[in-house]
């Protein structure tokens, strides 16, 4: 069903030959500092604070064998593993690390320009004279995030004994395969559980007109990053970025839920790592039920998910895409609401500024897979 509904996504459309059941997703909240709203996100650092694993005892402490002895991490493992031995068929519990790349040239840029300029001019560009931000590459910051990513795993692996995930799993964009690639690259991790990342079409960043967005060909994905998989389906050409009209967040989180189950239908393991973007990890984190946490670059939350299989069909499974107009010249000003105004030989104009034309893909249906657990 999944390779069905990929093929069909490249005529941008893909038909639901659904079972009438559902994935209902929820966060367990209790376990960890991301999970509470008096935490704030502007200083939390995840690599000092253990992830934000709350030290505390757990309801299974009483049965795990030499519990006195455990890490903290080793304490949650037995946990994670009781909740799912004790819980109903239709109920499944994973542990997903969510990370943010580090900063790329685009990142920069928008920092550079302001908000207001980035969006409504330079982010339809290409790059400027120095910089390239099209499929942005990482900058020397966001290398040294990633760095501190990777050590921030050897010192919770080595000292923390924190569960290792199952799966890698990583947006095709150029800023996260790099992401993954240092901070998993070389680790001390379990035979069984090597660092063999997938490319997943759908942990992409929210498809504005902004050319950070479009992401490279797949024969440079492999060429550049021989020990990557790509999904199956995984088309040639970038056959969603289209440089005029932007997915909603209605449309986004359609598509964060196909990919929480694809994933939860297909991966048996119970911790996964998902490397992706700020944007994204907000819309998985409002269809998994988890309060607003913004990432900065380079940071990772995790997310103790239930999932449930419910009768019953979902409901919506399709949402448009919006048109996005922005200048064809450098703006003039930027005003409070955020949008900025094009000089009076400029009117807004709702075709790609960059000269290779993508294909328009118009709306999107998604398919909830559900396959037992
Ligand atoms: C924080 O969460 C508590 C309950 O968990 C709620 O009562 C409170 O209103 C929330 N505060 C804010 C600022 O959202
Ligand atoms: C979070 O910390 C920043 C930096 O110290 C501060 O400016 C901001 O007001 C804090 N936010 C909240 C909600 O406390
Ligand atoms: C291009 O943008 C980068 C930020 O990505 C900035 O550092 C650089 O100064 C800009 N170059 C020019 C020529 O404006
Ligand atoms: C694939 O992408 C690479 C890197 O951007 C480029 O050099 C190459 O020409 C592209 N291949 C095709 C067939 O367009
Ligand atoms: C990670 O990147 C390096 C250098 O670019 C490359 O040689 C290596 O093959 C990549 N790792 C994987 C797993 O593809």
């Not at 080793?74 to 997903?96: G, R, T, V």
């Not at 393991?269 to 900065?296: D, K, M, Q």
């Amino acid at each position: 069903m999944r390779n069905f509904c990929h093929n069909l996504l490249l005529l941008g459309l893909c038909i639901s030959l659904a079972s009438a059941s559902q994935i209902k997703y929820s966060t367990v909240t209790g376990f960890f500092l991301q999970d509470l709203n008096t935490t704030n996100t502007t200083t939390f650092d995840y690599s000092t604070q253990n992830l934000g694993l709350i030290n505390q005892a757990y309801d299974s402490d009483k049965d795990c064998p030499n519990v006195n002895k455990l890490t903290q991490w080793q304490k949650f493992e037995y946990q994670l593993a009781q909740l799912n031995h004790k819980s109903s068929k239709n109920i499944e519990y994973k542990l997903l690390y969510l990370g943010r790349h580090g900063e790329g040239w685009h990142n920069a840029a928008e920092t550079f320009y302001g908000t207001p300029a980035w969006n409504c001019y330079w982010a339809e560009l290409d790059g400027n004279a120095s910089a390239s931000w099209v499929d942005a590459k990482l900058t020397a910051n966001g290398i040294a995030q990633a760095q501190k990513a990777h050590n921030f795993w050897a010192n919770a692996i080595s000292v923390q004994r924190i569960p290792t995930p199952n799966k890698f799993y990583t947006s095709p964009l150029s800023r996260c395969l790099a992401t993954a690639n240092i901070t998993f690259t070389g680790l001390n991790l379990p035979k069984k559980k090597k660092f063999v990342p997938v490319v997943k079409e759908y942990l992409r960043e929210g498809m504005s007109i902004h050319t950070c967005n479009w992401r490279s060909n797949k024969t440079y994905i492999q060429n550049t990053y021989p020990g990557f998989k790509v999904e199956s389906g995984f088309s040639e050409f970038d056959n969603l970025w289209n440089g005029v009209t932007s997915e909603t967040s209605t449309a986004q989180d359609l598509r964060s839920k196909a990919l929480l189950d694809d994933i939860f239908s297909s991966e048996k393991g119970s911790y996964h790592s998902c490397t992706s973007h700020s944007g994204e990890v907000a819309s998985l984190l409002r269809v998994l039920g988890h309060i607003p946490f913004s990432l900065s670059t380079g940071a990772i939350i995790p997310v103790l998910v239930k999932a449930e299989i419910l009768s019953g069909s979902a409901l919506a499974t399709s949402a448009t895409w919006t048109a996005s107009a922005h200048c064809t010249v450098p703006p003039v000003t930027s005003i409070s609401n955020g949008a900025c105004v094009c000089p009076s030989s400029a009117a807004p104009v709702t075709t790609p500024l960059v000269l290779e034309q993508p294909t328009v893909s118009p709306s999107f249906t998604f398919v909830a897979s559900t396959k037992a657990f």
